[in-house]
């Protein structure tokens, strides 16, 4: 059986996973659990267990989902003649919440970073090809991030549609350079979608 300081190491090397998180914050949130809410580090442990277990990717646009195909890729209210590729299902969620959006998605689960070793099969362009190619899609409107990555990834995405036949737009400048969807204000996300060129 496994000592308790080397639980508490696991859990604080664990906790160390999350981004942003360096020793200190793992030690002070390790130490926060363990010594006044041991209840909430089981509600913890059994939701990982549960989200872990359950959550998969949508086989229609790859965000996350605990059924085959998402709610949204599922809601008949959608517009199927808009589809808007975002790098995460946290830019998704961003771009949900401004309640300004009624199409449909596809969430690469990354962007084009050869330096790490991210190319274009590891964000899936050969599926959303197929994907706004199916006849039904219209218009792709691109909403990478604004960081150089999320830049290349929208201009390859782009040149591989455009031939096509795609219409393809971009996000408006609205949201900032260098910034990340899911932290960007409402306000200013909604603004970009709806000036988007």
């Not at 195909?69 to 808009?82: E, F, G, K, T, W």
Request: glycine content about 8%; overall charge negative.
């Amino acid at each position: 059986m496994a000592s308790a300081a080397s639980s508490l190491d696991a859990l604080i090397d664990a906790l160390r996973r999350l981004p942003g998180v360096g020793v200190k914050s793992a030690q002070r949130m390790a130490y926060h659990l363990m010594q006044h809410d041991r209840d909430g580090a089981m509600l913890l442990s059994r939701a990982l267990g549960e989200a872990a277990s359950h959550v998969r990717h949508c086989e229609r646009c790859n965000t996350y989902t605990e059924a085959p195909v998402c709610s949204v890729c599922l809601d008949p209210q959608r517009d199927a003649r808009l589809l808007c590729v975002v790098e995460t299902p946290a830019d998704q969620a961003a771009l949900e919440r401004t309640g300004s959006f009624r199409g449909l998605y596809f969430v690469l689960m990354g962007k084009l970073s050869p330096l790490d070793g991210v190319g274009l099969r590891d964000i899936g362009l050969p599926r959303l090809i197929e994907r706004a190619t199916d006849g039904v899609v219209e218009e792709v409107i691109v909403a990478t991030n604004f960081t150089a990555e999320g830049e290349a990834t929208a201009h390859v995405i782009g040149d591989a549609l455009r031939p096509r036949g795609v219409r393809v737009t971009r996000l408006a400048r609205g949201v900032p350079v260098g910034s990340e969807l899911e932290y960007v204000d409402l306000g200013t996300i909604a603004h970009a979608l709806m000036d988007r060129r």
